[in-house]
C-alpha cells in the first residue's frame, strides 16, 4: 500500500477526486437555490441535470491544475492560491461558456453556472484549506529515518528544507553508520538506543534511508532486512530524493545509478506514441492560436518596417547532439548578434525590441516552433534546445549534460514549469537536474501534466526574458 501510494495515488489524487465530487454537488445545489421555491421545475431540473454536472466539474479541475495548484511544492501564500483559484474559476467559466455555445444541448443556464462557480470556489477554498493542513500535520506524516550522518545525508537536508519539501513526510533525522564523518546536528542528529528494527518501531519510523557516505562493509544488512520483514520500506538517498522532489541531485548519483536505474524508457512503443501525441497537440495548438500568429507577425512588421525579418533562425542542438535550425518570431534587432557572439539573454536587455518584449512576455515568439515539431526536429515536451556554443561548454564543465540529448528536445519541458530562466552555468547545471528527472521518467502522463501545466507559466510570463 505504501509503494502504491508513494508513487501511483498520492495525495494529489485524493485532491482532485473529492474536489470533482463537490463541484458536482455544486451544480446540484445551485439548481436547489435557483429555483427555490418552484418545486416542480426544480424537480425536473435535477434530473435532467446529472450528465451536465460532470463537465463543470472537469473543466474546473482541468483548469485548476493548469493553474499549478495541484503541484506538490507549490510555495504560495493562502492569498495567492485563492488568486489562483480566482484565476481558474474564470478561466473555467469562460471555457464552459463556449463549450455550451458549441454544444447548444450542454447548455447550463448563467443563472446556475453563476451559483455553481461561486458555491465550488468558496467550497473548494474551504475543503482545501481543510485538506492542506491535514497533509502538512505531521500526525498524518510519513515518518523517516536517514540511516547515515554525513555529506551526502546533509546534503538531502538542506535541499529538503522547506516546509514544503517535505509535504506529505516528515524527516525525523539522522543516525550515523559505522565510524563515518557526522555532518549532521542536533536536534537531527540520531542515536539509536536498541536494535536498529525495535529502536524504529518505537519511533513509528516508516521508511528508513539509506545514505551513509561510505557504504562498504557498514551498513547493518540483518537489521535492514528485520526492519523490511516488519513493514519498514527500505530507500536508497538519491532514489528516495528523486522521487519526493522531482529532480536528481548531482551530488548523491554516480554513474551506476543511472545505468541500473529503470528510467531512460525510450522504447519504440514509447516513441511511437510520444510522436503520435507530439503531431496531435501542434495542430490543435495551431488551430487555436493562428490568429495571434498573424497579430504577432502584423506587430513585427508595424514596428520594424518593410524588409526586416519577421521570423528568426538559429542552431540548437537536437535529439543525439544533431544540429537544427530552430524557428521564432523575431524579438530582437536584426542586428542584436552582428559580431556572432552567442550571449545569454538578460532580465533587461536592450536588444529586445518593444513589440519583442511582449510576445516573449506572452510566449508568442515561440509559436513558429510548431512547425519544428511537426518536422520532426522537436517534441512538444522535452528538455529545450540550447545553442551549440553553450552546450560545447556545457559538455566539458557539467557532468551527465549530454544525457539530455538522448529525446528530442521540447517546446516545454519540466525544468521550465520548476525553474525561473537560466542564463549562466550554474543556472544550466541546476536545470539539468530537472531534464535528467524527465528523461529518466518521462511517459505520457508526465507530458500530459506538463503541458496543463504550462499554461500557469504562460497566463503569470513566470520565466520570460
Not at 553553450?390 to 516545454?412: A, E, M, Q, W
Request: proline content about 4%.
Amino acid at each position: 500500500m505504501y509503494r502504491s501510494f508513494r508513487y501511483g495515488i498520492r495525495w494529489q489524487l485524493l485532491l482532485v477526486l473529492v474536489e470533482s465530487v463537490l463541484l458536482v454537488g455544486c451544480v446540484y445545489a445551485a439548481v436547489m437555490l435557483r429555483y427555490w421555491g418552484h418545486g416542480s421545475t426544480q424537480s425536473a431540473f435535477v434530473h435532467s441535470v446529472q450528465w451536465r454536472a460532470l463537465p463543470v466539474a472537469m473543466v474546473l479541475t482541468f483548469s485548476m491544475a493548469a493553474l499549478g495548484l495541484y503541484q506538490v511544492h507549490l510555495r504560495a501564500s493562502w492569498l495567492g492560491r485563492l488568486s489562483r483559484q480566482g484565476v481558474a474559476f474564470l478561466l473555467g467559466g469562460i471555457v464552459l461558456m463556449v463549450l455550451y455555445y458549441a454544444i447548444p444541448t450542454s447548455y447550463l443556464g448563467r443563472g446556475i453556472l453563476g451559483i455553481a462557480l461561486l458555491l465550488g470556489y468558496l467550497v473548494v477554498a474551504l475543503w482545501r484549506a481543510l485538506f492542506l493542513s491535514f497533509v502538512d500535520a505531521d500526525l498524518f506524516k510519513r515518518r523517516v529515518m536517514i540511516l547515515g550522518a554525513g555529506e551526502r545525508a546533509a546534503e538531502v537536508i538542506r535541499a529538503m528544507r522547506r516546509k514544503t519539501d517535505q509535504r506529505g513526510f516528515k524527516i525525523l533525522g539522522c543516525a550515523p553508520v559505522g565510524a563515518g564523518s557526522v555532518s549532521i546536528a542536533a536536534p537531527l542528529l540520531l542515536h539509536p538506543d536498541d536494535a536498529l528494527c525495535e529502536w524504529a518501531t518505537r519511533l513509528g519510523v516508516e521508511e528508513i534511508v539509506i545514505g551513509p557516505d561510505d557504504r562498504r562493509g557498514t551498513l547493518p544488512v540483518g537489521a535492514l532486512l528485520e526492519c523490511k520483514r516488519n513493514g519498514i520500506a527500505v530507500t536508497e538517498l538519491a532514489d528516495f530524493f528523486e522521487h519526493e522532489a522531482g529532480k536528481i541531485i548531482m551530488e548523491l548519483t554516480n554513474p551506476s545509478s543511472l545505468i541500473f536505474s529503470d528510467g531512460f524508457n525510450i522504447s519504440p512503443v514509447r516513441l511511437a506514441i510520444k510522436r503520435v501525441f507530439d503531431l496531435i497537440t501542434a495542430s490543435l495548438v495551431l488551430l487555436v492560436t493562428w490568429p495571434f500568429m498573424l497579430l504577432t507577425a502584423l506587430a513585427i512588421r508595424l514596428e520594424s518596417g518593410r524588409g526586416a525579418p519577421i521570423l528568426y533562425y538559429q542552431d540548437r542542438v537536437g535529439e543525439n547532439g544533431k544540429l537544427f535550425r530552430v524557428i521564432k518570431f523575431r524579438s530582437m534587432g536584426a542586428d542584436a548578434e552582428r559580431d556572432g557572439v552567442a550571449r545569454w539573454a538578460t532580465e533587461h536587455d536592450n536588444r529586445v525590441t518593444r513589440v519583442g518584449r511582449f510576445i516573449r512576455k506572452a510566449r508568442l515568439d515561440e509559436l513558429p516552433q510548431l512547425w519544428n515539431v511537426l518536422r520532426g526536429d522537436m517534441s512538444i515536451i522535452g528538455p529545450r534546445p540550447e545553442r551549440p556554443q553553450f552546450v560545447d561548454s556545457f559538455n566539458k564543465c557539467i557532468r551527465y549534460y549530454s544525457l539530455r540529448h538522448c529525446l528530442r528536445p521540447g517546446l516545454t519541458g519540466w525544468a521550465q514549469l520548476r525553474y525561473p530562466y537560466g542564463s549562466s552555468r550554474e543556472d544550466a547545471e541546476e536545470k539539468l537536474k530537472f531534464d535528467l528527472f524527465y528523461v529518466k521518467n518521462h511517459n505520457f502522463v508526465f507530458d500530459l501534466a506538463i503541458l496543463v501545466q504550462t499554461l500557469e507559466v504562460v497566463l503569470f510570463g513566470r520565466g520570460a526574458r
